[in-house]
C-alpha cells in the first residue's frame, strides 16, 4: 500500500474531507488530492503538517508492512518543483526574522573591517 493510500485511510477513519485536511494543513487542497491519488511524492514538510493536523506518528502510516524505508525520488518534476516553492514560501513566512537576522550576522561579519574603518573615521572626525 502507498502513502496516498494510507493517508486517505487515515483521514476518512477520521472523518476528515480532503478540503478539511488541506484547511487544518495550509497545504492547497490540489497538493492534498495529489498525494492521495499517489501522483506526487509529498514532501518532507507536507508529512510533517499533516500528521500534525491528524495526529498520527507517520513511521506507523509509511511503514507497516513494507520492508524499505519511504523512499524520496530525486527527480525533479514541474509539480513537484511547485511543491517545493510552495514549501520555501512557508518556511520563509514562518521563519522571516530569524532568516533576516542570520542574513544580517552573515553581511556584518563579511563585511566587519570596512565597518570598523567607517566607526573609528566617523568617531574621529567629531
Do not use: C
Not at 510552495?86 to 553581511?107: E, G, R
Request: charged residues 25%; glycine residues 4%; neutral net charge.
Amino acid at each position: 500500500m502507498k502513502f496516498g493510500d494510507r493517508l486517505k485511510e487515515q483521514r476518512t477513519s477520521l472523518n476528515y474531507s480532503q478540503k478539511e485536511l488541506a484547511e487544518l494543513t495550509g497545504l492547497t487542497l490540489r497538493t492534498i488530492q495529489r498525494i492521495e491519488s499517489n501522483e506526487v511524492n509529498p514532501s518532507l514538510h507536507s508529512i510533517k503538517v499533516i500528521g500534525k493536523a491528524l495526529d498520527t506518528d507517520f513511521s506507523k502510516i509509511t511503514l507497516p508492512s513494507e520492508t524499505k524505508p519511504y523512499e524520496f525520488n530525486l527527480t525533479i518534476k514541474i509539480n513537484d518543483m511547485n511543491q517545493l516553492i510552495n514549501d520555501l514560501k512557508t518556511l520563509f513566512n514562518n521563519n522571516w526574522k530569524i532568516i533576516l537576522l542570520i542574513v544580517l550576522v552573515l553581511f556584518f561579519i563579511s563585511n566587519y573591517d570596512e565597518i570598523k574603518l567607517g566607526i573609528t573615521e566617523g568617531w574621529n572626525q567629531k
